[in-house]
Structure formats: structure tokens, C-alpha cells
């Protein structure tokens, strides 16, 4: 005699394993919604008028232009090294990509500008996030 291998056990359990499975795979392949975390706090009289702040350890620096604030992200475009601040813009050390003030690429090998971060005004004090 034949036996019949699709039994209502097997029937059930492919019912209640399936959902799971789709929605594991459909969590896995659709990308999740990246908040903007601070990245750091810091007062306004720390940044110099016309000039810079850099924070190596989190690759972020501040220039300031006035009343005018401008966060750039320190990793380089081409490869992802720290970009160095200097008074002449911004170099990176790794392979001589050139950046003005405001991040845009003056020769390469870079392609793509700098990163610009958001930066909020709290009172006396600065906000990036990223």
C-alpha cells in the first residue's frame, strides 16, 4: 500500500513555517531607516571666527565663517583615510587629495566632495549629527 506524504500535520506546519521564513527574508533584504545620532557637542566660543575645529577621533571638523557653521565629515572620498586640516584647505595624507573650506574636491585623485553633516545651534553650544 502507498502511503500519503502530504499529511494535515505537514500541511499546518508549512502554513505557520513559510510567513515566518518570507517575513525573515523580507526583514534581511529591505534597508532599515538610519537616524541621524549626534556626533558631538560642542560651544560656539570653542570655534575660532574664519577658522577651523577639528576632531580627529570622531573625523569631524567645524569651520566658521561668521555667524555661518559648516560641518564636514574627515573621511576621504577615494579611500576612507582622515583627512588632515590645513590653513590652505584639506589634504589627505594617503594618496594628496586636495579639498577647499567647504569640502569640494580640488585635484584627485577624489572624485566626490566631502561629506556635509548637519549642524544645529542649541543656545550657546553646536550639535552635529551624522
Request: with cysteine; hydrophobic share 45%.
Amino acid at each position: 500500500m502507498e502511503t500519503n506524504r502530504h499529511t494535515r500535520r505537514s500541511f499546518i506546519a508549512t502554513l505557520i513555517t513559510l510567513p515566518l521564513l518570507l517575513a525573515g527574508l523580507w526583514r534581511f533584504l529591505t534597508p532599515r531607516g538610519v537616524k541621524k545620532q549626534a556626533l558631538l557637542q560642542v560651544a560656539v566660543a570653542d570655534i575660532p571666527v574664519g577658522g577651523a575645529l577639528a576632531f580627529r577621533s570622531e573625523r569631524v571638523a567645524i569651520m566658521r565663517e561668521g555667524d555661518s557653521f559648516v560641518a564636514l565629515s574627515l573621511v576621504c572620498t577615494h579611500l576612507g583615510c582622515t583627512v588632515s586640516v590645513t590653513p590652505e584647505g584639506m589634504v589627505c595624507p594617503c594618496h594628496g587629495s586636495r579639498f577647499d573650506r567647504l569640502g569640494k574636491v580640488l585635484s584627485g585623485p577624489a572624485e566626490k566632495s566631502l561629506v556635509r553633516l548637519a549642524v544645529e545651534q542649541h543656545g550657546n553650544d553646536l550639535v552635529v549629527r551624522g
